[in-house]
């Protein structure tokens, strides 16, 4: 089992910025893939971003290309999400997931582990 613990969420202006954290614990070596997800009331959740633990890979939504950047630290286990020019549209709750395939670009479905979950809101 991992366990994921997302935090750094809140309430921000827009063009504003905010680093969500996302420690992980337990059998983390199982993991290959770390990725956020995000779910804005009323939408369906959809994939922002991911990285490979090893390889450090990165792969991104376009939405968010250029705006936001995914991170990680290994030896603390933890992965980072640094959002700049937030906008009002990225206001959602943000999920941590780890996924244990080694698929380069792991599908939702395919993500074995997940957080709680943070809340992000952006003021226009």
């Known amino acids: 089992q991992v366990q994921l613990v997302e935090s750094g969420g809140g309430l921000v202006q827009a063009g504003g910025s905010l680093r969500l954290s996302c420690a992980a614990s337990?059998?983390?070596?199982?993991?290959?893939?770390m990725g956020w997800f995000r779910q804005a009331p009323g939408k369906e959740r959809e994939f922002v971003a991911a990285?490979?633990?090893?390889?450090?890979?990165?792969y991104y939504a376009d939405s968010v290309k250029g705006r936001f950047t995914i991170s990680r630290d290994n030896a603390k286990n933890t992965v980072y999400l640094q959002m700049n020019s937030l906008k009002p549209e990225d206001t959602a709750v943000y999920y941590c997931?780890?996924?244990?395939?080694?698929?380069?670009?792991?599908?939702?479905?395919?993500?074995?582990?997940w957080g709680q979950g943070t809340q992000v809101t952006v003021s226009s």
């Open positions: 997931a780890a996924s244990r395939s080694e698929a380069t670009m792991p599908p939702e479905s395919w993500y074995n582990y």
């Open positions: 337990g059998r983390t070596f199982s993991s290959k893939t």
């Open positions: 990285i490979r633990w090893t390889s450090g890979s990165r």
